[in-house]
Nanobody, 121 residues
Framework: QVHLVESGGGLAQSGGSLNLSCTTS????????MSWHRQAPGEQRALVAS???????QYADSVLGRFTISMDNAKDTVYLQMNNLEPEDTAVYYC???????????????WGRGTPVTVSS
């Protein structure tokens, strides 16, 4: 079984920065794309940013210009650099991997367990 493991969440002040990481629990052959989603209390999970293995990134309007997503194919890892954080960014952040090819098995989707981010004003 392959799992996604997130790290880097925590507490930040408004205007501060955090860097989230997400990697696979074991090495895989390939991942088509990875993304970060977030879910605030009482709200549905929403896409924050995505990146393909070729490096094409997309962002939600609310984070454009503040967040940067990147993917290290050799390390099966995706990062989310979050700058100029706002209290509205407070949420649990989830990592997703799309079309994962591993030994003996392929996965259409993998989700991490989430890492909480709290931004104080």
């Amino acid at each position: 079984q392959v799992h996604l493991v997130e790290s880097g969440g925590g507490l930040a002040q408004s205007g501060g920065s955090l860097n989230l990481s997400c990697t696979t629990s074991r090495s895989v052959f390939s991942i088509d794309s990875m993304s970060w989603h977030r879910q605030a209390p009482g709200e549905q999970r929403a896409l924050v940013a995505s990146v393909t293995k070729g490096g094409v990134a997309q962002y939600a309007d609310s984070v454009l210009g503040r967040f940067t997503i990147s993917m290290d194919n050799a390390k099966d890892t995706v990062y989310l650099q979050m700058n100029n954080l706002e209290p509205e960014d407070t949420a649990v952040y989830y990592c997703n991997a799309h079309k994962v090819v591993a030994v003996l098995r392929e996965y259409s989707e993998l989700w991490g367990r989430g890492t909480p981010v709290t931004v104080s004003s």
